[in-house]
Nanobody, 116 residues
Framework: QVQLVESGGGLVQPGGSLRLSCAAS????????MGWVRQAPGKGLEWVSD????????YYADSVKGRLTITRDNAKNTVYLQMNSLKPEDTAVYYC?????????WGQGTQVTVSS
């Protein structure tokens, strides 16, 4: 059974930083592309970032480019999202996503709130 467990969310002031983690189990992690998607209050899902299976290629939404960095550690079955220069509009529930063989898997989400 595939499980994705996010952690690291919380309340941070504008301009601050957070690092989200997503630990995967029940899947051959190194065979999965991984990513993050977020949902702001009252809005739909927004794709944030992806990283390929080996970690060599990363992709970002324009809204987060230059501020958020996705990395993965295949030895630890974990993907990270380093979030710097956070803005109030980054407030959302952040979901970890794994894609394996065309099948999507999702975590339960972690809340990030950017507010003074």
């Amino acid at each position: 059974q595939v499980q994705l467990v996010e952690s690291g969310g919380g309340l941070v002031q504008p301009g601050g930083s957070l690092r989200l983690s997503c630990a995967a189990s029940g899947v051959i992690f190194s065979s999965c592309s991984m990513g993050w998607v977020r949902q702001a209050p009252g809005k739909g899902l927004e794709w944030v970032s992806d990283v390929d299976c080996g970690g060599g290629r990363t992709y970002y939404a324009d809204s987060v480019k230059g501020r958020l960095t996705i990395t993965r550690d295949n030895a630890k079955n974990t993907v990270y999202l380093q979030m710097n220069s956070l803005k109030p509009e980054d407030t959302a529930v952040y979901y970890c996503n794994a894609v394996l063989g065309g099948v999507d898997y999702w975590g339960q989400g972690t809340q990030v709130t950017v507010s003074s």
